[in-house]
């Protein structure tokens, strides 16, 4: 027999918040924990579509309970039960504090500086942070033409910190953007006309010291250095680090490694799976749970 919600949600507190093992979860469940796991439970949090929607929805059910979710459509503090498909879709209005439009979250949330996290995608991403939604190749006469920014920009430079959801391949990992959408820790400098770090371009205004303070990819987790380099900080179960470094389009810092990725637990994927997602709009398959499980959920 099915449960209803309200059945589901005193289930939760019995689920184990132990470690699942390799083969009880599938990838996009692995990066959408890793992602919940940057919100902080004071957070103001501005989330584009997709997994980004899907980690701090999960992060509002476990670690973070108290952080405020923003859509830039002008949705803000909604109490969503399953992920909305867009950030547009009126889902993510349930029980909001307010309903605006775009003036409201980037005129007055984003640009006034009460946003702590930014959560992003992006097509390709330098090794200084720097992500490019616009092109490949000649911006005039370019092999591929992306969506554009849609608020990535505002988002990526504005937001007090940044995490990023990329797929790494090595054209997709790279030096040197061929486009720059978002800057991150060194930017283009227009007075010099040379690149630079970020906190000296911007230097004596707000947003010097904003920008991205991780990135998740199929592959890994990724850091920051004190001079703006991305490093690796984890890499994900079944994956080695020379794996990781072949995707990548560049020498990879990875001294800094401090193991595999944390697999999401029991009780993560049971909110992911029943709570967050349960309609399959962004993770890709339902994975069955161990039995010892399964028999806690059917009680």
Same mark, same amino acid.
Request: with cysteine; charged share 20%; proline share 5%.
């Given at each position: !027999?099915?449960?209803? !919600?309200?059945?589901?949600? =005193?289930?939760?507190?019995?689920?184990?918040? =132990?470690?699942?093992?390799?083969?009880?979860?599938?990838?996009?469940?692995?990066?959408?924990?890793?992602?919940?796991?940057?919100?902080?439970?004071?957070?103001?949090?501005?989330?584009?579509?997709? &997994?980004?929607?899907?980690?701090?929805?999960?992060?509002?059910?476990?670690?973070?309970?108290?952080?405020?979710?923003?859509?830039?459509?002008?949705?803000?503090?909604?109490?969503? !039960?399953?992920?909305?498909?867009?950030?547009?879709?009126?889902?993510?209005?349930?029980?909001?504090?307010?309903?605006?439009?775009?003036?409201?979250?980037?005129?007055?949330?984003?640009?006034?500086?009460?946003?702590?996290?930014?959560?992003?995608?992006?097509?390709?991403?330098?090794?200084?942070?720097?992500?490019?939604?616009?092109?490949?190749?000649?911006?005039?006469?370019?092999?591929?033409?992306?969506?554009?920014?849609?608020?990535?920009?505002?988002?990526?430079?504005?937001?007090?910190?940044?995490?990023?959801?990329?797929?790494?391949?090595?054209?997709?990992?790279?030096?040197?953007?061929?486009?720059?959408?978002?800057?991150?820790?060194?930017?283009?400098?227009?007075?010099?006309?040379?690149?630079?770090?970020?906190?000296?371009?911007?230097?004596?205004?707000?947003?010097?010291?904003?920008?991205?303070?991780?990135?998740?990819?199929?592959?890994?987790?990724?850091?920051?250095?004190?001079?703006?380099?991305?490093?690796?900080?984890?890499?994900?179960?079944?994956?080695?680090?020379?794996?990781?470094?072949?995707?990548?389009?560049?020498?990879?810092?990875?001294?800094?490694?401090?193991?595999?990725?944390?697999?999401?637990?029991?009780?993560?994927?049971?909110?992911?799976? =029943?709570?967050?997602?349960?309609?399959?709009?962004? &993770?890709?398959?339902?994975? =069955?749970?161990?039995?010892?499980?399964?028999?806690?959920?059917?009680?």
């Amino acid at each position: !027999m099915a449960k209803s !919600m309200e059945q589901l949600m =005193e289930v939760i507190d019995r689920i184990p918040n =132990e470690s699942a093992k390799p083969g009880e979860y599938i990838l996009p469940e692995l990066m959408a924990i890793a992602v919940a796991h940057e919100v902080r439970n004071d957070d103001i949090v501005f989330a584009g579509t997709g &997994l980004p929607m899907v980690g701090i929805m999960a992060a509002n059910f476990t670690n973070a309970p108290k952080a405020t979710l923003i859509y830039e459509s002008g949705i803000c503090d909604g109490k969503t !039960m399953h992920v909305p498909m867009s950030v547009c879709d009126q889902r993510a209005a349930n029980q909001s504090s307010t309903l605006g439009g775009l003036v409201d979250t980037f005129g007055y949330y984003l640009q006034q500086g009460f946003v702590t996290l930014g959560f992003l995608g992006g097509a390709a991403i330098d090794k200084y942070g720097g992500v490019n939604v616009t092109s490949i190749g000649d911006y005039y006469k370019p092999s591929h033409r992306f969506t554009g920014s849609g608020g990535n920009a505002d988002i990526g430079t504005m937001a007090k910190r940044v995490a990023y959801i990329i797929l790494q391949e090595k054209r997709r990992f790279l030096e040197r953007n061929d486009y720059t959408t978002t800057p991150g820790w060194w930017c283009w400098d227009h007075k010099t006309k040379e690149w630079k770090p970020k906190r000296e371009v911007w230097k004596n205004t707000p947003f010097a010291d904003c920008g991205p303070s991780a990135v998740v990819t199929n592959m890994g987790v990724y850091r920051f250095d004190k001079n703006g380099i991305i490093y690796l900080e984890t890499y994900h179960p079944g994956v080695t680090v020379e794996k990781v470094k072949e995707g990548c389009g560049f020498e990879l810092n990875v001294s800094k490694v401090k193991g595999e990725t944390t697999h999401p637990t029991y009780r993560e994927l049971f909110v992911l799976r =029943e709570f967050v997602d349960p309609e399959l709009i962004f &993770l890709p398959q339902k994975t =069955e749970y161990p039995a010892a499980i399964q028999a806690i959920i059917d009680k």
